[in-house]
C-alpha cells in the first residue's frame, strides 16, 4: 500500500481558506480527498487523475475549491476557499492504482486502497 501524510489542517473562522496536502510514498495516480463529521458518514471531497490532471469534484468542493497535483512530489493540493462552519471535519487524502488504465470513476470510499491518517479543519463562526 502507498503511505498517505496529510498536512495544512487547522482552525479557520468563517469565510477563511486553508491549503490540505497530501504526500504519497510513490507515483499513484488516483487519488482523493474525502471527509467526516462527528457523527456523520465519510463524504468524498474531491478527486484528480495525476496522469492527466483531470479533477472530479463532490458536493462539498464544487464551485468553491480546487484540487491539483504536483507530480515531481507525488503531492496532492486541496486548496480551500470560504469555509463554512459545516466544512469542520476530518479531511483525509486516499489512494488507488488505476485498474483498467483508469481511476475510479466518482468518490467512492470502496474504490480506494490506500488511506491516510487524516487532518483536521475546525471552521468557527
Known amino acids: 500500500q502507498v503511505r498517505l501524510v496529510e498536512t495544512g489542517g487547522g482552525s479557520v473562522q468563517t469565510g477563511g481558506s486553508l491549503t490540505l496536502s497530501c504526500a504519497a510514498s510513490?507515483?499513484?495516480?488516483?487519488m482523493a480527498w474525502f471527509r467526516q463529521a462527528p457523527g456523520k458518514e465519510r463524504e468524498g471531497v474531491a478527486a484528480i487523475y495525476t496522469g492527466l490532471g483531470s479533477p472530479y469534484y463532490g458536493a462539498p468542493a464544487r464551485g468553491r475549491w480546487t484540487i491539483s497535483s504536483d507530480n515531481a512530489k507525488n503531492t496532492v493540493y486541496l486548496q480551500m476557499n470560504n469555509l463554512q462552519p459545516e466544512d469542520s471535519a476530518m479531511y483525509t487524502c486516499?489512494?488507488?492504482?488505476?485498474?483498467?488504465?483508469?481511476?475510479?470513476?466518482?468518490?467512492?470510499?470502496?474504490?480506494?486502497?490506500?488511506w491516510g491518517q487524516g487532518t483536521q479543519v475546525t471552521v468557527s463562526s
Open positions: 510513490e507515483n499513484v495516480e488516483c
Open positions: 486516499a489512494a488507488d492504482r488505476p485498474h483498467g488504465g483508469s481511476c475510479p470513476v466518482g468518490l467512492v470510499t470502496g474504490d480506494f486502497t490506500s
